[in-house]
């Protein structure tokens, strides 16, 4: 069976799929892009009042709070999960990788199962690809690591590095960072992924993530990263917003890769990563959004353009090609997933419309202009989850509806 994309600026394509045709007159056909950090349990703590412009010290407990208002179950990961993937597909976002932190103390290692189940399920429902995170943040490390190996053996099984038969799910593991989990939650995670083939990922050098370290243990994430065993080839870090020239060098020597999170790292006030510097000393580096925590949208080709605008504050600026490369085959590359940057998920965006009127070069026009831009078709696997702009795998509205009741409950 053939699917054929028909009027494109690059011509005609035809890929695995159902018998079927999709108009692309005006449009120009990329990859599907990669959020390569998100935290989709947030899509139901947006704008949530003080969190926005306010130290990481006050955020963290606010945020605890509400989820302690709403209580943090399978419902609200199934629910915040639908409406978080729903938005990115609509975004052209064909994989996301959902870094999952929260976890209610009382649960045991197998009740923390369904909360990782409700997410893939949504995932499965909407014909998006997953990446679930075992994440941990100030979890019992050993809770933390038998957690982990349950939700690997009961979304991935056996998996050859986690990932599924038909690549539309994935496990990896990743504690929050030397800010928030001490030496035995990384070295426990750890020894899970080894075991299990599994990608490992942290969030490393926000400001706040510099500050503690020096506080609590003299030293920078960095070093101790190295000391745990957290920089190598498996291994890709969120943010690096403040990192030396010299740890630049020790990253790319070691084969990390890395994630810029600029619509969460601006607002908060968490710096801004050099990524000229990172891309030009050989690190990969993808893209990501962050949550709705502290990024109140999913939408990664508008958080491409910030990168972009931004860049020459703190080094050479970024080109919208390269950018672009970031947010699909950088991403993919960072979670051990090259072929998902360059070819079996597609977007076809238009580009006919008075919001391109006198661009000469469409990729850059793609992410300079129209910032609220969404594409008219997105192909995942061969499958057309967006038609004419339009969900086809779910009803948006309902999956909207579905989340309002959890998130009404979510402000003080």
């Known amino acids: 069976m053939t699917l054929r994309i028909t009027g494109a600026a690059a011509g005609d394509l035809e890929v695995e799929?159902?018998?079927?045709?999709?108009?692309?007159?005006?449009?120009?056909?990329?990859?599907?892009?990669?959020?390569?950090?998100?935290?989709?349990?947030q899509t139901a703590f947006r704008t949530l009042p003080g969190t926005r412009g306010v130290?990481?010290?006050?955020?963290?407990?606010?945020?605890?709070?509400?989820?302690?208002?709403?209580?943090?179950?399978?419902?609200?990961?199934?629910?915040?999960?639908?409406?978080?993937?729903?938005?990115?597909?609509?975004?052209?976002?064909?994989?996301?990788?959902?870094?999952?932190?929260?976890w209610p103390a009382p649960l045991t290692p197998e009740e923390t199962v369904p909360l990782a189940q409700g997410t893939a399920r949504a995932a499965a429902e909407l014909g998006a690809r997953l990446v679930f995170v075992r994440g941990a943040a100030r979890d019992d490390p050993e809770t933390a690591a038998h957690s982990a190996d349950l939700i690997a053996e009961a979304l991935v099984g056996e998996a050859p590095?986690?990932?599924?038969?038909?690549?539309?799910?994935?496990?990896?593991?990743?504690?929050?960072?030397?800010?928030?989990?001490?030496?035995?939650?990384?070295?426990?995670?750890?020894?899970?992924?080894?075991?299990?083939?599994?990608?490992r990922r942290t969030q490393a050098n926000e400001q706040v993530d510099v500050a503690i370290a020096a506080e609590r243990y003299g030293r920078r994430p960095i070093d101790l990263l190295?000391?745990?065993?957290?920089?190598?080839?498996?291994?890709?870090?969120?943010?690096?917003?403040d990192v030396t020239p010299d740890e630049i060098r020790r990253l790319a020597v070691a084969g990390v890769s890395g994630t810029h999170a600029p619509g969460c790292d601006l607002p908060m006030?968490?710096?801004?990563?050099?990524?000229?510097?990172?891309?030009?000393?050989?690190?990969?580096?993808?893209?990501?959004?962050?949550?709705?925590?502290?990024?109140d949208a999913g939408h990664l080709l508008a958080d491409a353009r910030l990168a972009m605008q931004v860049a020459p504050l703190v080094g050479p600026p970024l080109a919208a090609a390269d950018v672009l490369e970031m947010a699909t085959a950088g991403s993919a590359a960072g979670l051990g997933r090259p072929g998902l940057g360059s070819g079996p998920d597609l977007c076809v965006w238009d580009v006919s419309g008075v919001a391109d009127a006198g661009v000469h070069d469409p990729v850059a026009g793609l992410l300079w202009a129209s910032p609220g831009r969404r594409p008219r078709h997105v192909v995942v696997a061969g499958r057309v989850v967006v038609r004419d702009g339009v969900l086809v795998t779910a009803d948006e509205h309902e999956i909207a509806a579905g989340l309002r009741r959890f998130s009404a409950c979510a402000a003080p």
Do not use: K
């Open 55 to 102: 130290p990481m010290a006050t955020w963290l407990p606010t945020m605890a709070a509400a989820y302690d208002r709403v209580g943090v179950d399978t419902e609200l990961t199934y629910a915040a999960a639908r409406a978080g993937l729903a938005e990115s597909l609509l975004c052209g976002v064909t994989t996301v990788a959902d870094h999952h932190l929260t």
């Open 226 to 241: 190295e000391e745990w065993g957290w920089l190598a080839p498996d291994v890709t870090l969120a943010h690096l917003c």
């Open 161 to 199: 590095g986690g990932v599924s038969a038909d690549g539309m799910l994935q496990v990896a593991v990743g504690p929050a960072g030397v800010h928030s989990d001490p030496e035995p939650t990384f070295r426990l995670l750890g020894e899970v992924a080894a075991r299990r083939g599994l990608r």
């Open 269 to 295: 006030g968490w710096g801004i990563a050099p990524v000229a510097a990172l891309r030009e000393a050989g690190i990969e580096v993808g893209l990501g959004t962050s949550g709705g925590g502290s990024n």
């Open 17 to 41: 799929g159902p018998d079927d045709d999709l108009d692309a007159s005006g449009c120009l056909v990329t990859p599907g892009l990669v959020n390569a950090h998100h935290h989709l349990l």
